[in-house]
T-cell receptor, first 114, second 115 residues
Framework: AQTVTQSQPEMSVQEAETVTLSCTYD???????LFWYKQPPSRQMILVIR??????QNATENRFSVNFQKAAKSFSLKISDSQLGDTAMYFC???????????FGKGTKLTVNP | NAGVMQNPRHLVRRRGQEARLRCSPMKGHSHVYWYRQLPEEGLKFMVY????????ESGMPKERFSAEFPKEGPSILRIQQVVRGDSAAYFC?????????????FGQGTRLTVV
């Protein structure tokens, strides 16, 4: 079975600094996709970044980038130049080949302090 | 293009009543997914539907829960005889294609409170 683990329940960072959120996963599939979702207090689930397992290059989206270590089954999210609006819950998720359902970790609550 | 619309945003039901949660997918999307989020937890998959078909209901509790996505109208998640443990946020997501890399667009969720 697919599992996703986020070992940091809460983190905080000062505005303009960089923070890294950890995620590990377990899957027996060779074809899968990994995601980071942001959930602000409004509860809306917002896709931050997506990584395809067969691509070795780490995905980047503006201030957000990932460190994808396939052998270690690790998928961390780096947020550069943190902004107050980045304060939210962050969920790591995966979907494996042949399935359409996302499997989520328990989330990391990130607080950006002014 | 309106996003995924869920209503109501908040729903309060007494134990034993029925709860009906609605989800209108984005225009042009024919795939709908329902997830449940318990307090302090991540989202857990419940069911995946296409128009008029249930494709994967492996996450649905065996009793009291049902889902449909009719040819016309929104997808409905129905919970009969609600209990306190059903209190949670229920999210709907939709996508246009059955592709693994398709971005699933989420609604804002319905928070169900059972009193």
């Amino acid at each position: 079975a697919q599992t996703v683990t986020q070992s940091q329940p809460e983190m905080s960072v000062q505005e303009a600094e960089t923070v890294t959120l950890s995620c590990t996963y377990d899957t027996s599939e060779s074809n899968y996709y990994l995601f980071w979702y942001k959930q602000p207090p409004s509860r809306q689930m917002i896709l931050v970044i997506r990584q395809e397992a067969y691509k070795q290059q780490n995905a980047t989206e503006n201030r957000f980038s990932v460190n994808f270590q396939k052998a270690a089954k690790s998928f961390s999210l780096k947020i550069s130049d943190s902004q107050l609006g980045d304060t939210a819950m962050y969920f790591c998720a995966s979907v494996q080949g042949g399935s359409e359902k996302l499997v989520f970790g328990k989330g990391t609550k990130l607080t950006v302090n002014p | 293009n309106a996003g995924v619309m869920q209503n109501p945003r908040h729903l309060v039901r007494r134990r034993g009543q029925e709860a009906r949660l609605r989800c209108s997918p984005m225009k042009g999307h024919s795939h709908v997914y329902w997830y449940r989020q318990l307090p302090e937890e991540g989202l857990k998959f419940m069911v995946y539907l296409q128009k008029e078909n249930i494709i994967d209901e492996s996450g649905m509790p065996k009793e009291r829960f049902s889902a449909e996505f009719p040819k016309e109208g929104p997808s409905i998640l129905r919970i009969q005889q609600v209990v306190r443990g059903d209190s949670a946020a229920y999210f709907c997501a939709s996508s246009p294609l059955r592709e693994k890399n398709t971005e699933a667009f989420f609604g804002q969720g319905t928070r169900l409170t059972v009193v």
